[in-house]
């Protein structure tokens, strides 16, 4: 396939998830989602073609991947107003790196990584400082809330996929809200596989209004991905993770 057909193929299929949003929000109120097309395991080059499409939104879910890739796009000028959202589970030795590029983290779920985050901020100013380039912008913070019904308190889920118990917003909020070079965004989950996404969903919403009674610039909800985003919407999220519907099978993974 030549670059033209791919990014043929990427219109195609970003006009119908746009299409799949548009329908869903239209049944609900307020403002569409934003879309995250989430770009893992693809190449640099779909990336690129995604940004001449106006996608403004990545996310990507391993460090190494990300970085490489936002190394490799910071000379197109298609990409120069990419916003690159970390949403995968982050080691706490990967902050430094992530921190480099990433617009946003989707995915803190423990005190251990707010606090490697912002102590990875500090390092990341000063290191701008030295080569005489600009500060940036404070590190957009999501919690990553685990929706699982655990039975025991830190246990993983199920799932795997990470994520905070809902007793433990509280605490993570105030961490992240005290932490230097750290913005509370909001909220982030992922569906439990084989349950309702709907009932899901509408529970992680009951805790994002839980959390803006003390925090009420916290109204990020980051929720649904290609087989889920109608439940999303209806439930009122605000920003979509979409990948597969829009670039097409996972490519395997050498």
Known sequence: MTDAERKDQLAANLARVRERIAAAAARRS??????????????????????ELEVRDVGENRDQEAAAKA???????????????????????KAKSVVRYAYAVHSVDRLSLVK?????????QVRRAEQGGQPRKDLLVLLQVDLENRTVQGD???????????EEIGALAAAVSEADGLELGGLMAVAPLGADPAEAFSRLMQYSAELRRTHPAAAMVSAGMSQDLEAAVAAGATHLRVGSDVLGPRPPVM
Not at 35 to 48: G, R, Y
Not at 71 to 93: C, D, K, S, Y
Not at 156 to 166: D, E, I, L, M, N
């Open 71 to 93: 190394a490799e796009l910071e000379a197109v000028p298609a990409a120069a107003g990419l916003r690159w959202h970390f949403i995968g589970q982050l080691q706490t030795n």
């Open 116 to 124: 490697s985050l912002s102590k990875a901020m500090a390092a990341e």
């Open 156 to 166: 993983a889920g199920s799932s795997g996929r990470g994520g905070a118990c809902p």
């Open 30 to 51: 307020g403002p569409a989602p934003e879309l995250i097309v989430v770009t893992k395991f693809f190449p640099s080059s779909d990336v690129a073609a995604l940004a």
